[in-house]
């Protein structure tokens, strides 16, 4: 019996031949991160431990993104907490304000996250860098404290399913579209505690931030990681942005998966989740109605990488954001956002009149940046339509790609290029 | 382990970590202050309401969406004694043994038991009595070095007995 990309990324870090699915082992740690919201818990947590410090301080990530630039005192003094821990202990790579971005699009620019790696963090979309054929997950502040003392955690080996892709996307389709596509067809829990790997002659005419926004939203559909097989475009990312040396892991032909699912990219349309959960899916053909919004959001560890940035320009280039529309846009890194501007794709943005604003996750997870009114209702390019995610209960998300996201502020309701 | 025995408070599929503590309350980390925004989003009454002791019991897939420890801390500081659910999503399934909040999966009493009834937990047998019913249900034990960490109060402690 064979082993998936993720069972024999696990054993190698557990120093085992084999591992297989259900079994509990301890594992190496490459890399453990924390931002300025898990990070001061986990530092709490690792003050009650009796260790001298960190186990390397050149593998552990501090970000803070969530509430920074500091939205209030509470947050400052988080943000503060964290710095002072990084100082502290010396550690590499703590990114202030200025140098940071959005994690989980941060950290693979940073080349601090290869293929082969196995990664935790303290945040749920720690899965982002499976689009390198690394293993990462999340895991809470505790797991980040022990992380951090000792350089080991425990895992429980998964399952997997298979995605094998087809064809190629279609144009104004993207990898949100599929990784939305997917978790309308699975659920929110359809993957629950397994790896999704997605794999096949399909991936090839995925881009990296594809297979980003691809393996980011794993979790959205309960899974423990997301995963690609690492190909040339995979190690020429690599090569650009880092110098650790990456192991390539491909799964034998006899691994087993607890189910497949083909795709073909092809067939893919522009789609949306309506509220309140990632699982409510509808494509652009399928919604008849006028679903008229109040507010764009187009970033996110999801959606605020370059190709998304440029595929919003596409659309927003010399047209206007609708009359009562508020659209923020958010590059994830700095280097994001001064490619952006380098591009001209923030002049177009704000000729569009959109506002354009310093990386954070801020609007996402309702902390700041764009929080929502009693009734109101958002197209964002981010992660989770929850119940009073983005602000009051009785507000509204509909997660789609940069694409939808932007001819939606045009349109001034819920739209696609296509239809513009 | 002591039994938790105590009013239950049901809900119902995939219960995230963003009712569980809105993040406009991450600002801080004090368990006290969270436990007085738990649930608030989809049961403005809980805090006001529960008593220490008491019992979450929910379906399929609890604890989804962001890792914020916050949450099974909210739930603890709260005085809930045990969450009882179909499913729980795993890095809350995590984050609940490593701080010690007592949590077991039964698919039946998940789905029978209702809000209101007084239920009781045995955790080392793994049995789940609904008390108001007159029902037993068998829950799922934890592999061994899971039962390790929760015996320790969490993986802190743990860590340090290691």
Not at chain 1, 121 to 137: P, V
Not at chain 1, 251 to 268: H, K, R
Not at chain 2, 80 to 93: G, L, M, P, W
Request: net charge negative.
């Amino acid at each position: 019996m064979g082993m998936t990309m993720t069972q024999k990324i696990l054993a190698a870090h557990a120093g085992l031949d084999k591992v297989e699915a259900g079994q509990l082992i301890e594992a190496d740690l490459d890399l453990v991160l924390g931002n300025d919201i898990t990070s001061p818990v986990a530092i709490k947590e690792m003050d009650k431990m009796k260790v001298d410090g960190v186990f390397d301080k050149d593998k552990i990530a501090l970000v803070p993104d969530h509430f920074v630039p500091n939205k209030d005192i509470k947050s400052a003094e988080h943000c503060k907490c964290v710095r002072e821990f990084a100082y502290r202990n010396q550690i590499t790579n703590y990114f202030e304000v200025g140098q940071m971005g959005i994690e989980h699009a941060l950290l693979p620019e940073k080349g601090l996250t290869v293929a082969g790696d196995v990664i935790i963090g303290a945040d749920s979309h720690t899965c982002t860098y499976g689009a390198l054929g690394a293993f990462s997950t999340g895991v809470g502040s505790t797991d980040m404290a022990a992380g951090m003392a000792t350089g080991k955690a425990w895992f429980k080996v998964p399952g997997a399913i298979k995605f094998q892709l087809t064809g190629s996307l279609p144009e104004w389709v993207s990898g949100k579209d599929l990784i939305l596509h997917i978790i309308g067809m699975i659920g929110v829990d359809g993957a629950l505690y397994k790896s999704m790997e997605f794999v096949g002659e399909g991936v090839k005419s995925l881009s990296m931030d594809d297979r980003f926004t691809i393996a980011n939203m794993a979790i959205e559909a309960g899974a423990k990681n997301g995963i690609f097989p690492v190909d040339e475009l995979a190690k020429a990312y690599m090569d650009e942005h880092s110098t650790k040396q990456y192991t390539v892991y491909e799964a034998d032909d006899d691994a087993v998966y607890d189910e497949v699912y083909t795709i073909d990219l092809n067939t893919l349309r522009p789609t949306i989740a309506f509220p309140h959960l990632p699982e409510n899916t509808k494509t652009i053909d399928e919604i008849t109605e006028d679903i008229k919004i109040d507010q764009v959001v187009i970033g996110s560890c999801t959606n605020g990488r370059i190709d998304d940035l440029r595929c919003a320009a596409k659309v927003l280039k010399d047209k206007k954001v609708a009359p009562g529309i508020r659209c923020i846009i958010i590059p994830a890194t700095q280097a994001i956002y001064l490619q952006a501007m380098e591009e001209g794709l923030l002049k177009t943005f704000i000729e569009a009149g959109a506002v354009v604003s310093t990386p954070t996750c801020g609007p996402c997870l309702g902390g700041y940046m764009g929080i929502l009114a009693a009734g109101e209702r958002c197209v964002a390019t981010t992660n989770r339509n929850f119940v009073g995610r983005m602000g009051h209960v009785d507000s509204e998300i509909y997660l789609a790609s940069p694409a939808v996201a932007a001819a939606s502020a045009v349109a001034g309701k819920i739209s696609c290029p296509c239809r513009l | 382990m002591e039994n938790a025995k105590g009013i239950v408070f049901k809900y119902g599929d995939n219960v995230d970590t963003d009712v569980i503590i809105p993040a406009r309350y991450l600002n801080s980390s004090d368990p006290a202050e969270l436990a007085t925004h738990c649930m608030e989003d989809i049961d403005k009454d809980f805090v006001k309401k529960v008593k220490k002791g008491d019992i979450m019991v929910a379906t399929k897939n609890f604890g989804c969406g962001s890792s914020r420890e916050h949450a099974p801390i909210a739930i603890k500081a709260s005085g809930i004694s045990c969450v009882i659910a179909d499913t729980f999503a795993r890095i809350f399934y995590r984050n609940a043994i490593n701080i010690g909040l007592p949590i077991i999966e039964c698919a039946d009493a998940a789905n029978e038991i209702e809000a209101g009834d007084e239920v009781e937990v045995d955790f080392d047998s793994g049995k789940i009595y609904d008390l108001t019913k007159g029902t037993e249900y068998q829950g799922q034990a934890f592999p061994p070095f899971m039962q390790k960490i929760i015996d320790a109060e969490g993986l802190v402690n743990y860590i340090n007995a290691k």
